[in-house]
């Protein structure tokens, strides 16, 4: 079973609190529903919160694994749920997977993405370790725009879930 998060998201400046807040519906980017005098640039200049809101009921909690998949996301942004940490995007990968069953809770739940500047790297460009890729599939950028350029949305595992 799957569900849509593509509904409605409400989008704030963290930045210039004298940006309009506006609702978005993805895939989009975020300037279809900002002031058209703010460019591109601009907006990749802001720090920006989008929140969402759904009720969970018993029957979703009774999946023993609830996966958020997200992508389309090309600029640094932290995904939470509730208040908690889920993962960040860090422009490494096209897909972010994370199992969100652990913080699920019954009634109201608020997803949140945080485009934040990213912090300073504290490891000179030598020191840094070699990563091994977990996909075969290398990273291609969605668009230049800031947004959410796939719909998001959870997958409920019904079983135990073999993955390789």
């Known amino acids: 079973m799957q569900q849509s998060l593509a509904g409605l998201w409400q989008v704030s400046p963290l930045t210039d ?4 807040q506006d609702d978005i519906t993805f895939p989009a980017p975020l300037s279809q529903v900002l002031p058209d ?4 640039e601009a907006i990749r200049q802001q720090e920006w919160h989008l929140m969402h809101d759904i009720e969970v009921d018993e029957s979703m909690l009774a999946f023993p ?3 958020m998949i997200l992508g389309g996301i090309d600029y640094h942004a932290e995904v939470r749920l509730n208040g908690v940490a889920l993962f ?13 069953r652990p913080f699920m809770q019954m009634g109201r739940n ?16 030598e020191d840094r370790p070699e990563l091994c ?3 075969d599939q290398e990273y291609k950028k ?22 390789r």
């Open 88 to 100: 960040d995007c860090d422009g490494t990968q096209n897909v972010y997977k994370k199992d969100i």
């Open 37 to 40: 005098e703010l460019s591109e």
């Open 133 to 135: 890729a977990l996909t």
């Open 142 to 163: 969605s668009d230049d725009r800031m947004g959410v350029w796939r719909e998001p949305y959870l997958q409920f595992i019904r079983n135990v879930r073999l993955d």
């Open 65 to 67: 694994a609830v996966d």
């Open 17 to 20: 609190l004298s940006i309009p």
């Open 110 to 125: 608020r997803f949140e993405i945080l485009f934040l500047e990213e912090e300073e790297d504290l490891l000179l460009e």
